[in-house]
Structures are given as structure tokens and as C-alpha cells.
């Protein structure tokens, strides 16, 4: 059974930081690009950054760029989002994700962790 299990939200407040993490079990995890996306409300889901299988490469929005780190840990199954310098529009839904490198159809969503960003 796939699951992708997404913790370490909460409420911050501006300027400070929090490091998610996304535990996977159920398939291959080093098989796989992971990424974390977010979702504000009333808004669509936007990708914020992504990790190669072997962690060789990863690419961050710009909106993030500077501020977050995307990181993953093979023998853990696990990935990271650090986020510094947290600011108010960063407040949304994190949801991790897998797709698989041999086929784009096997593509996981965690559930989803909320963070909040508030004085």
C-alpha cells in the first residue's frame, strides 16, 4: 500500500522557519522524483520545488527561490522541505508528491500538511 505521510506544519510567524518532512512506503522511493507542492485557498495548487531520484538535481520557484530547501534522504525514504524566512503568503496547504522516472501514471499525493504563517 502507497502512503506518503507529510508532517512538521504548524504556525509560525513571519520570519521564521519549519522543516517538512514526507515519509514514503509502498514503493521504490529512490525510483522517484518527489516534489512538494502547495495550495492556498482560492488558489491552484503550485509546484515549489522538486528532487530528482538521486538528489542530483533539484529546481525551486522563484517565489521561494533563497528562502526554501528541498532535500531527500534515500535510505529514510524521506523528504525534506526547509523553509527560512517564512512570510504570510507562504500560508497554504504542503502536499508531497512521487511520480515514478519509468512512468508518469504511477504519481502519489501525500494528504497534506498545513502551514500558517501569522503574527
Known amino acids: 500500500q502507497v502512503q506518503l505521510v507529510e508532517s512538521g506544519g504548524g504556525l509560525v510567524q513571519p520570519g521564521g522557519s519549519l522543516r517538512l518532512s514526507c515519509v514514503a512506503s509502498?514503493?521504490?522511493?529512490?525510483?522517484?522524483?518527489m516534489s512538494w507542492y502547495r495550495q492556498a485557498p482560492g488558489k491552484e495548487r503550485e509546484l515549489v520545488a522538486l528532487?530528482?531520484?538521486?538528489?542530483?538535481?533539484?529546481k525551486t520557484a522563484d517565489s521561494v527561490k533563497g528562502r526554501f530547501t528541498i532535500s531527500r534522504d534515500n535510505a529514510k525514504n524521506t523528504v525534506y522541505l526547509q523553509m527560512n524566512s517564512l512570510k504570510p503568503e507562504d500560508t497554504a496547504v504542503y502536499y508531497c508528491?512521487?511520480?515514478?522516472?519509468?512512468?508518469?501514471?504511477?504519481?502519489?499525493w501525500g494528504q497534506g500538511t498545513q502551514v500558517t504563517v501569522s503574527s
Open positions: 508528491n512521487a511520480v515514478s522516472i519509468f512512468s508518469s501514471r504511477n504519481n502519489y
Open positions: 509502498g514503493f521504490t522511493f529512490s525510483s522517484y522524483v
Open positions: 528532487i530528482t531520484n538521486t538528489g542530483g538535481s533539484t
